[in-house]
C-alpha cells in the first residue's frame, strides 16, 4: 500500500489502513469466491496498532470503540487519507467489472474515486460476527460516540431509498485531529462568524474589585476542573453539560480582556462571536447560522464569547404579530442551543436587565463589571504608561483618579493619545495638560462635558 506520510499520527493510520485493506480482501473474497463460506476468521488486528500515543489511538481508548465502530471509523477516514484506497482494494479484487449493490459506495462530483456508503459498512462487517444488519445500524444512533461527538454520519438519502444507502461523511475537524494532532482553527466566515480572541496581557494587568475577581476566579476553576467532576466523580448524569455566564457591566470594564485572559491560562481557545452576521432578517437563517456555528463549536473545548448580547439575547416581546412570533421562536431555539452546547458561553451586556429572564434562569454563574474605584482607577493609571515616559511633576495619578470616572478602556485611551503627542512632540514627556485634553476628549464621545 502506499505510504501516507511520515509522522507518529500519520504512521498509526497507515497501519490501520493495511489492516482495512486485509478485512476488505477477505470480505470480497468469501462473498464473491467459489465457496460461500470462509476458509479463516476475520484478520486480527495488529497487536501494538492502538498502543502508540496518538490523537486516534487516544480517542479510539477514550471511547471504547470496538472493532466494528473502529473499522467504520476506518472506513470513512480512508479516502481522506488515500484517494484511490477503495479502487485498490475493491474494485481491483471483483470477479468482473459491473454495479454491485451490495458494496454500496458512489462517486462524488469532484472526487472520481469510490467513496463509502452505509451499505459499504454493512457489508464489509455483517457475516464478520458483529451480527446482523439492524444490529449493526446501531453504529449510527443518536447515543453512539460518533454522533455525540459528531464525529461521523450518514447523510439522508433521497425519499424512499434505505437509510443505509446514505453516504458515509466524517466530519473535517476530525480528519485534521487525526491526522495533524490538534482540530484546525476555523477561518472567519458566513458559516463560522467568529474570530479567535488572545491578549498578552495577564492576570495582574485586570483591575477589578475582590468579588468580581473571585467569581472569575471560580470560573477560571470550572473550566479546569469540570471534567473531573462530570466524567471522574460521575456527575454527567445529574448536572448539565457545559456553563453559562453572563458578563454585566459598562463598556470598558473588562469583559472582553477577561473572556481572553480565561482562554490564555487555561489553554481554550476563545471566539468572539459577531453577532450582526448571525441575525437575518430572512426567517429561519438565524436559526442556520446558528446552527453551523454550534456544529462546528460542539466537542471542540472552545469559549464561545458573545458580546453585546442584548440583540440576540434580548427579552422577549408580547405578540402583536408574525414578526413578533417569529423573534420569539428564534429567542427559543437560541435558548435551546446554548443550553445544550458543551463547553463555556460568555454572554457579555453592558445591562443585565436587557437579557431575556429564560437565558438568566439558565446561567450557572452572573459577573458583574461595575466601574472602577477611584483607588482601581489609580491602579489603572499607574500600570498604564510605557516605560519610555516620563510624566511631569505636575502630573497627580492620585488627584486624577479621585477627579475623573473613567474605565480602564478610557484610561488606555488618553495614555494612547498621549503618547502620540509626546511622539509628535519629538520628546518622551507627558504633561498635565496633555492629559486633561485626552480626558476631555474621551468624556466628549460619550456626551460627557468636563
Not at 220 to 225: G, L
Request: hydrophobic share 40%; charged share 20%; glycine share 6%.
Amino acid at each position: 500500500m502506499k505510504q501516507i506520510l511520515s509522522s507518529p499520527n500519520l504512521q498509526t493510520l497507515e497501519t490501520a489502513l493495511s489492516y482495512l485493506a486485509e478485512v476488505i480482501h477477505w470480505r470480497i473474497s468469501t462473498h464473491f469466491g467459489e465457496n460461500t463460506q470462509p476458509q479463516t476468521e476475520m484478520p486480527s488486528p495488529p497487536a501494538d496498532w492502538l498502543s502508540t500515543d496518538t490523537t486516534f489511538s487516544q480517542f479510539i481508548h477514550h471511547h471504547q470503540l470496538d472493532i466494528a465502530a473502529q473499522l467504520t471509523l476506518l472506513i470513512a477516514l480512508a479516502p481522506h487519507l488515500q484517494p484511490d484506497f477503495f479502487d485498490q482494494t475493491i474494485t481491483a479484487q471483483l470477479p468482473q467489472a459491473g454495479d454491485y449493490p451490495q458494496i454500496g459506495g458512489w462517486r462524488g462530483k469532484s472526487h472520481r474515486g469510490f467513496l463509502p456508503t452505509g451499505e459499504t459498512v454493512l457489508f464489509m462487517l455483517r457475516d464478520n460476527g458483529f451480527g446482523d444488519r439492524l444490529h449493526l445500524q446501531h453504529l449510527f444512533s443518536e447515543e453512539h460516540p460518533f454522533a455525540r461527538e459528531h464525529l461521523l454520519y450518514l447523510d439522508p438519502p433521497p425519499e424512499g431509498e434505505p437509510l443505509m444507502s446514505g453516504k458515509l461523511i466524517i466530519n473535517q475537524d476530525y480528519v485534521d485531529l487525526f491526522t495533524q494532532g490538534h482540530f484546525t482553527r476555523p477561518h472567519f466566515s458566513l458559516r463560522f462568524p467568529a474570530q479567535r480572541i488572545t491578549t498578552e496581557m495577564e492576570w495582574e494587568d485586570l483591575i477589578l474589585n475582590s468579588q468580581t475577581l473571585q467569581q472569575i476566579h471560580d470560573l477560571e476553576a470550572w473550566i479546569k476542573y469540570g471534567p473531573i467532576i462530570l466524567y471522574d466523580w460521575g456527575m454527567k448524569r445529574k448536572l448539565k453539560l457545559g456553563y453559562r455566564v453572563l458578563f454585566h457591566g459598562p463598556p470598558g470594564t473588562g469583559k472582553t480582556l477577561t473572556a481572553s485572559l480565561l482562554g490564555k491560562y487555561t489553554g481554550k481557545d476563545v471566539y468572539k462571536i459577531d453577532i450582526s452576521m448571525l441575525v437575518s432578517k430572512f426567517i429561519g437563517e438565524t436559526e442556520k447560522n446558528l446552527s453551523n456555528l454550534f456544529a462546528r463549536a460542539e466537542s471542540k473545548d472552545w469559549i464561545l464569547f458573545f458580546d453585546e448580547a442584548d440583540a440576540l439575547f434580548g427579552k422577549r416581546t408580547n405578540v402583536r404579530d408574525a414578526h413578533d412570533k417569529y423573534a420569539n421562536q428564534e429567542v427559543s431555539y437560541l435558548l435551546q442551543r446554548v443550553e445544550n452546547y458543551d463547553g463555556l458561553v460568555i454572554l457579555a451586556s453592558n445591562f443585565k436587565s436587557n437579557i431575556d429572564d429564560a437565558f438568566i434562569r439558565r446561567f450557572q454563574s452572573i459577573i458583574h463589571f461595575p466601574l472602577p474605584s477611584a483607588r482601581e482607577r489609580l491602579q489603572l493609571w499607574q500600570r498604564a504608561f510605557p516605560s519610555q515616559l516620563q510624566l511631569a511633576k505636575t502630573v497627580d495619578l492620585s488627584t486624577l483618579s479621585n477627579t475623573y470616572e473613567l474605565t480602564g478602556a478610557d484610561i488606555m485611551n488618553v495614555v494612547q493619545h498621549c503618547c502620540l503627542q509626546a511622539l509628535q512632540r519629538g520628546n518622551t514627556m507627558i504633561h498635565e495638560t496633555d492629559l486633561i485634553q485626552a480626558i476631555k476628549r474621551e468624556l466628549s464621545k460619550a456626551g460627557k462635558v468636563l
